[in-house]
T-cell receptor, first 113, second 114 residues
Framework: EAQVTQNPRYLITVTGKKLTVTCSQNMNHEYMSWYRQDPGLGLRQIYYSMNVEVTDKGDVPEGYKVSRKEKRNFPLILESPSPNQTSLYFC????????????FGPGTRLTVT | DQQVKQNSPSLSVQEGRISILNCDYTNSMFDYFLWYKKYPAEGPTFLISISSIKDKNEDGRFTVFLNKSAKHLSLHIVPSQPGDSAVYFCAAFTFYNQGGKLIFGQGTELSVKP
């Protein structure tokens, strides 16, 4: 089954404790992206990757890191999480880029206390 | 600076009637517009898209209209069904100097009542 998986689905952590949210797709897509969803703000892009070893900032990259060492994986790293990073996070992938249909993962609910 | 705006946070429609969801944008360089639908506890799913060289695109019950002069996009759902109840996001993309960026609106929650 074609899908995007994220882990963990729920995470409660404390300020400053490094964490990684994994994202994996099995569709051989070149483009992958991370978004956060916040009430009243919709979906905002954090980082995206056009291909392996090619990453770039979205609209809200501060406090986040990403890497793309393999085509299928695109982990999101929070080196020192802060409470303002409490949010719902989505990973997505597409064959041709953001102008084409993106397939989203189920989301990761992160709470930073 | 919100480049893509959905000014109606919610919309309620009777089953069988038309639902019209609106989206405004400020960047005239946008080349593509997309609509995504999101159910609670799930990721968004792609619904329909339109290129800036077109003014209408239709897929079954869903039609997207683009008015470039007004920088306005709308999604029409006819007839509306209870299963259409979800949050709808419009999104915009430009090939020019934006790489892989996609800008989303805030979302409109549609409720279709039986």
């Amino acid at each position: 089954e074609a899908q995007v998986t994220q882990n963990p689905r729920y995470l409660i952590t404390v300020t400053g404790k490094k964490l990684t949210v994994t994202c994996s797709q099995n569709m051989n897509h070149e483009y992958m992206s991370w978004y956060r969803q916040d009430p009243g703000l919709g979906l905002r892009q954090i980082y995206y990757s056009m291909n392996v070893e090619v990453t770039d900032k979205g609209d809200v990259p501060e406090g986040y890191k990403v890497s793309r060492k393999e085509k299928r994986n695109f982990p999101l790293i929070l080196e020192s999480p802060s409470p303002n990073q409490t949010s719902l996070y989505f990973c997505a992938s597409s064959l041709g880029g953001p102008a084409y249909e993106q397939y989203f993962g189920p989301g990761t609910r992160l709470t930073v206390t | 600076d919100q480049q893509v705006k959905q000014n109606s946070p919610s919309l309620s429609v009777q089953e069988g009637r038309i639902s019209i969801l609106n989206c405004d944008y400020t960047n005239s360089m946008f080349d593509y517009f997309l609509w995504y639908k999101k159910y609670p506890a799930e990721g968004p799913t792609f619904l329909i898209s339109i290129s800036s060289i077109k003014d209408k695109n239709e897929d079954g019950r869903f039609t997207v209209f683009l008015n470039k002069s007004a920088k306005h996009l709308s999604l029409h759902i006819v007839p509306s069904q209870p299963g259409d109840s979800a949050v709808y996001f419009c999104a915009a993309f430009t090939f020019y100097n934006q790489g892989g960026k996609l800008i989303f609106g805030q979302g409109t929650e549609l409720s279709v009542k039986p």
